[in-house]
Nanobody, 123 residues
């Protein structure tokens, strides 16, 4: 049974930092590209960042480029999202995901998802 468990969310002032973690089990973690999405109240779920199997290739939404960094540790089956210079508009529930197809982050409901971790950025 695949499980993705996020942690590290919380309340932070604008300009602050948080590091989210997503611990994976029940899958061969190093065989999966991984991604982080976020969903703010009343908005669609938004792709934030993706990372390749070995961590060499990453991609980011324009809204977080230069502020967020995705990374992974395949020895710990964990993917991270370092968030710096946080803004109130970063407030959302953050989800990590592993695609069923392993190779491309799709955001489909049928993919593997964690339960989410809340990030609130106060102004």
């Amino acid at each position: 049974q695949v499980q993705l468990v996020e942690s590290g969310g919380g309340l932070v002032q604008a300009g602050g930092s948080l590091r989210l973690s997503c611990a994976a089990s029940g899958l061969t973690f190093s065989n999966y590209v991984m991604g982080w999405f976020r969903q703010a109240p009343g908005k669609e779920r938004e792709l934030v960042a993706t990372i390749s199997w070995g961590g060499v290739r990453t991609s980011y939404a324009d809204s977080v480029k230069g502020r967020f960094t995705i990374s992974r540790d395949n020895t710990k089956n964990t993917v991270y999202l370092q968030m710096n210079s946080l803004k109130p508009e970063d407030t959302a529930v953050y989800y990590c995901t592993a695609p069923l197809g392993r190779t491309v982050v799709t955001g489909r409901k049928s993919d593997y998802w964690g339960q989410g971790t809340q990030v609130i950025v106060s102004s």
